[in-house]
């Protein structure tokens, strides 16, 4: 299973491609999907479109996860993100995947352990379950942790989708 792990920015996207096999993690890729603060939003949301595309298009993930948007104290920074992150979920929809959100505090509590772990200790766990892998950006880190809550999570959501299912949609 080859999993796309999502860290939504409007500056800059961070993106984390893993496969799992059990409970077996392999590091694929990681990056991020930088946008031009000189354009317009609509030509920056493109930017992300094309960006993510892209990726998706040459790593063929089987399913993507995405972090989900925290409130800022600024309206305008949180509207700004409110779009790239409108951009993070349709591309991988839009191209047939299979799309899951999990909060900044999951996300951080499956793999380190807390929380409310900084930038540096997911990065740094993500350098541990992930050997291989060299992490471009700390927005880089953050998609890939994504990605790794997914692949511990997914089977737990897929339980419980399928306990539904064989209840009669009563579980």
């Known amino acids: 299973m080859r999993l796309l792990g999502l860290d939504p920015g409007l500056r800059v996207s961070g993106w984390g491609v893993i496969d799992v096999d059990g409970n077996r993690l392999r590091h694929v890729a990681d990056?991020?999907?930088k946008t031009d603060g000189k354009l317009a939003l609509a030509e920056r949301l493109v930017q992300l479109y094309d960006g993510l595309s892209e990726i998706i298009e040459r790593f063929s993930p089987d399913e993507a996860a995405v972090e989900e948007t925290f409130l800022n104290k600024n309206p305008s920074s949180t509207l700004k993100l409110g779009h790239a992150r409108?951009?993070?979920?349709?591309?991988p929809a839009r191209m047939g995947l299979l799309v899951a959100e999990y909060s900044a505090n999951?996300?951080?509590?499956?793999t380190v352990g807390t929380g409310h772990a900084?930038?540096?200790q997911v990065k740094?766990?993500?350098?541990?379950?992930?050997?291989s892998c060299e992490i471009a950006t700390?927005?880089?880190a953050d998609a890939l942790a994504v990605a790794v809550c997914h692949a511990h999570h997914r089977a737990t959501k897929s339980a419980w989708a399928n306990a539904k299912v064989s209840a009669g949609g009563k579980a």
């Open 31 to 33: 990056g991020a999907v």
């Open 86 to 91: 409108g951009i993070v979920l349709l591309v």
């Open 106 to 110: 999951l996300i951080k509590k499956s």
């Open 118 to 120: 900084d930038k540096e």
């Open 124 to 131: 740094m766990m993500m350098r541990t379950l992930l050997p």
């Open 138 to 140: 700390a927005d880089a």
